[in-house]
C-alpha cells in the first residue's frame, strides 16, 4: 500500500443506490472489499461516478460510515465532499471527518459560473473546516469550471490542500503541463480519464484518479504499477487489452458503463439517479462483449 | 396584462435570502408588489436570478406560496422547478401547482452530462406530473445542456409543453432562428440575455425573460412593449440608455449585480448563495454609478 492517498492508483467505485437514492451499504462493501482485497492505494468514495452530487447529506454519511467499518484501516478513504453551496460542503466535509475518512475530495460544483476567487474562497472556507487533507477535484466536464494556474499555485499554498486531480490536458501535452505545475505548486498530481492514465503515469504523474479501478482494481494495478516503473511495454499491453472499454466510455459515459457493470459483476442493484438513463439493450450487449474477456483476466489474476 | 404568461415582458426578481438560504418573504412580497404595479406579462419566481438551484424544496415552497399570497392573481406566476434529480423536479413541480402557480419553467439541470433522450424523458415525466403549461428553459450557460433542434421539437409535441426560454444565438441570426424554430414546432419563443432583448423583440420574439425586469420593470416594460410594436427607434433608446447596465452585467454576471441593486432599491438583506460573492467595493460604486441614474427614470417614469 502506497503511504499517500494521492499516490498510485486511487479507485472510484461506482456508489449503488435505488432509484430514490437510497444506498445500498451491503452492496457498496462488496465493491469496497475487493478494492481492500487488490490494496489500491486509496479509495475514492463519493466520487463522481459514485453519483456524490445526486446523493443527501443524510445518504452520503450513511455511505462514509460504511465504507470507514468495512475498509476498516486497510486502505486510505478519500472522501467527495462537493456541494453547489458553500455551506453544504463545510458540513459534508465535517460529516466526513468525524465519520473517520482520511482525506477529501473537493469539486468546485457550479450553477452560476464561478469566478477565480469564489473558487477559492470556497476551498479554503472547506480546508480550514477540517483537518484532513484534500485533494482539488478539477473536472471540468462536469463542474464547467476552469482551475487557472495561478488558482491552483494559490490553493497549493493552504496547509492541507495537498493534490489535485486533473483531466486530461487538452493538448495532450502532459509532460509540458506536469512541469509547469511542479515548478508552481507542490501538489501531488495525479489525472483522472481512463484512457489517458497510461501515458499520463509514463509522463511522470503521482497518481491514476480511475473509474475503472474501482471495479477492475488488479487490471487497474498491474496498469499503474508497471507505468509509474517506467516499463512502457507492459502499461501500454494493459491499456491496449482496455482500448475497447475506453472507446465505449467515451461513447457512452463511463458512468452509465461502470453502473452496469456493477450489476454484472456483483449481482447488486445499482441504479443511475434520473435523468441519467440505463444504457438500452443493444448498447448494453455491445458493452457485456467488451468487459465479459476483462472481467475472466482480472477474476484470473492472468495479468 | 398579456394573456398568456409567455408572451410579452415576463420579470424575474432576485429572491432576498440570508447565508444560509432562509428566504426573505417579507422582502419577496416587495419585490413582486412593484412587478404587480407595472402589469408585466409575467412574473418568473426562482429563475436562475432567483437562485433555485441553491434552495431547498421547503424554502422554494415557502417562496411559492409568499408569492402567490401577494400576487393575488394579478399576474401570472412561472415557477422554476428544475432540479438535478427527476424525482426531485417533480416534487417540486407538485408543490408549486399544489401551491397556486400558473405555470412552471424547467432547466435540463446536469451534473454528468446528459444525454438528447434523458432530458426529453426527464421533461416528460415533469409535464405529466401536473396539469401546468411549461416553458422549457434552454440556458447552456447554467445547464450545460445544448437542446438539439430535433429534441425541441419533439419536446413541443407534449401536450403541456407551451414555450421555450432561448439563450441568444451565438452566430447572432434570430431571425433564421425564429423562423426554423416556427417551423418545426408550436412553441412561443421567447429569450434571455438582457442585451439582446431589443434585437429579438424586433426580430419578432414572443418574450423577453427579463433580468432586469425583475427591478426596473416599468423601464424593461417600456422596451419590451416599444420593440413588439416594431418602434425601432424608441426600443433601441431604451436599450441605449441601458448599455452601460449590459456591460456590468457581462463583466461581473447579472446575478451579483442586482442582488446588491436590489438591496439599495429597497432596502433588504438580498445575500447570494456563497461561493457566490458580493461585489467588491469599487465593483459596487462603479454599478452604483450606472443604476443611479435608470433607478431615477423608473421612478420618475420619465419613460
Redesign the interface.
Known sequence: MSPSPFHGLSAFPPTPAD???RIDTEGLGRLLERLCESAVASIGLLG?TGIY??LTREERLRAVKAAVECVNGRVPLVVGAGA????HALDLARDAEAAGADALLLA????????Q???Y??FL?VAKATRLPLCIYNNP??T?FTFSRELLQRLSDIETIKAVKMPLPVDGDLRGELALLRERTDLAIGYSGDWGAAEALLAGADAWYSVIGGLLPRTALALTKAAMAGNDGEARRLDDLLQPLWEVFKAY?S?RVVYMMAEHLLDIRAEL?????RLGPADRERVLDIVRPLIELEHQSLL
Open positions: 432509484p430514490h437514492g463522481s452530487a445526486y453547489l453551496r458553500t455551506d468546485p460544483v457550479s450553477y452560476t459560473p464561478l469566478t476567487e469564489e473558487a474562497q470556497h472556507a466536464g462536469t464547467h459515459g458512468i439517479p434520473r435523468p441519467l438513463l
